[in-house]
């Protein structure tokens, strides 16, 4: 039988680009001393009666070889291997004495496997590409290797490339499993770290599955059998009606499901956002997916937004009635102009400050320091050490605040014409402590001058007097008294603090 001519350039030849994408591919396959191709090489090896038989992935400059069986070593094949893939007429290349085979002696391939004499190499084809090979040998020449027995090892040599191909599919579906086992694991963790509930809901059973985050927000257990109407039911009593409404519309409608709602079992609130994700042959919804978020701390900003601009609205009103009635008193009191607006710029002044203050507190409170040092360090115009605070920081309310400010103030300014302040050598303390009684605490804060000009009581009360005493009228059960020693005036004031006594924070 006269054999199929050989090229001379089997490097080129096996350097072809889509054979080698293909070898590629099989790389990463751990498919050495794979039972199944040690298998098949068992049944070249039988079928054949050569001494030996292997199986072989073929690459442009080496082969790897894949299973072996037979009494003969395994041997270098490249050579070989190569040349029955590069015959693209030839089903099996067949060398019955390799010795005297002048096709093979003249590319000197004889020396890769000198003991060998008879050979027989079926390539092996995958995705249209000869990669591999499966070869029977022997050291003894052979006069014949019928059709038979070439179609035989033919068909072996398609088995293993089926089997390379099933594995290396086999391999890549389990790549692309892991890949999305991978993107679903990250994509969980996102939503766990987003705090988002992923969940699916079959309507044809009313089965609800979900993510470990959407049990936990609902407050129900994900070991048992969870279904749509236990979702329902985690649901506040309140909101219930409304939330199973909106999903029965969105059914109706073919529109997404949305609505806020809160959880029965903690009060959380989430934001349920759903769709239909599958619908039978009849149009009727099958699957519904969705998530839920929580919108807890969103919805407890609004709400204290809400509350914070109601306070506002009602702190303006107040502030508004107060101005009016600063106006009023200091206008009655002075017929010149300049000399209304320096007294009832002050005043506005004070109640501005106060209100910074409680604006940056978002109206809880002021510190009863800052409020002082605000209001009254100002005045100290020769030296800042004539004001002595002695006390411990507590929280004000906003009436007690805006009350003492303006009893701060007046005592300030009258301080700075008249009093203490008017002086280099004059001093001014403010101390102050908290009276704890049987149903609630008072704050009790004394304003003692020293050092001043000698003081005598006022024949007649003026406006700044009769505004410290009536400063705190917004505030019940408190009180401001004023005692006119030699040594300076003296103020009395007296609020109740209720529960506002915690000390002031930082």
Not at 172 to 195: F, I, K, S, Y
Not at 285 to 290: E, F, K, M, R, S
Not at 475 to 484: H, K
């Amino acid at each position: 039988m006269k054999s199929p001519p050989i090229s001379e350039n089997l490097f080129q030849a096996m350097s072809e680009p889509a054979r080698l994408d293909v070898l590629s591919s099989l790389t990463p396959l751990a498919i050495e001393n794979d039972t199944d191709f040690d298998n098949v090489a068992a049944l070249a090896l039988s079928t054949s009666g050569a001494a030996a038989a292997q199986i072989s992935l073929v690459d442009e400059r080496q082969s790897k070889v894949l299973a072996h069986r037979g009494t003969l070593g395994r041997a270098n094949m490249w050579t070989f291997e190569a040349a029955a893939l590069t015959i693209p007429e030839a089903s099996c290349l067949v060398i019955l004495n390799a010795a005297e085979d002048v096709r093979f002696s003249e590319l000197h391939c004889v020396t890769h496997a000198p003991q060998l004499r008879f050979i027989a190499v079926a390539p092996i084809c995958v995705s249209d590409e000869c990669i591999g090979a499966v070869s029977v040998m022997s050291d003894e020449t052979r006069t014949e290797f019928t059709s038979a027995e070439q179609e035989q090892l033919t068909r072996l040599a398609k088995v293993a490339g089926s089997l390379i191909e099933l594995k290396r599919d086999s391999r890549q579906g389990d790549e692309r499993v892991a890949t999305l086992h991978r993107d679903d694991d990250r994509n969980a963790m996102a939503l766990e770290v987003g705090n988002v509930g992923s969940w699916v809901w079959d309507l044809r059973n009313g089965r609800f599955t979900g993510n470990r985050m959407a049990y936990e927000m609902l407050g129900l257990d994900s070991d048992r059998t969870v279904s749509g109407e236990d979702v329902f039911r985690a649901m506040h009593p309140d909101d219930f009606p409304a939330m199973k409404s909106a999903f029965t519309r969105a059914l109706a409608q073919n529109q997404d499901y949305v609505g806020e709602f809160r959880v029965a079992s903690s009060g959380q609130w989430l934001l349920g956002r759903g769709r239909i994700f599958e619908r039978d042959a009849s149009g009727k919804p099958v699957v519904a997916v969705g998530v839920n978020i929580d919108i807890t701390k969103t919805k407890t900003a609004s709400e204290k937004t809400r509350f914070l601009l109601r306070e506002l609205n009602h702190r303006v009103k107040n502030t508004l009635a107060m101005l009016q009635s600063l106006a009023r008193q200091t206008l009655s009191r002075t017929s010149d102009p300049a000399e209304f607006m320096e007294a009832f710029s002050g005043r506005l002044r004070a109640i501005s400050e106060a209100h910074t203050l409680l604006s940056d507190r978002e109206w809880s409170g002021i510190s009863l320091v800052d409020l002082i040092t605000k209001q009254v360090e100002p005045y100290a115009i020769f030296d800042i050490g004539q004001i002595e605070l002695v006390g411990e920081d507590i929280m004000l309310p906003p009436d007690h605040a805006l009350g003492l400010g303006i009893a701060l103030h007046e005592l300030a300014t009258n301080a700075v014409k008249h009093g203490a302040l008017s002086v280099a050598t004059g001093h001014v303390r403010i101390v102050w402590q908290l009276e704890v009684g049987l149903h609630a605490s008072r704050i009790v804060i004394r304003w003692t001058e020293s050092n001043g000009p000698r003081v005598t009581a006022p024949n007649t009360r003026g406006l700044g007097l009769k505004l410290i005493e009536r400063s705190l009228d917004k505030v019940l059960s408190s009180s401001v008294r004023l005692s006119y020693p030699e040594t300076g005036i003296e103020a009395i004031v007296s609020m109740p603090i209720g529960d506002q006594s915690d000390p002031a924070a930082g």
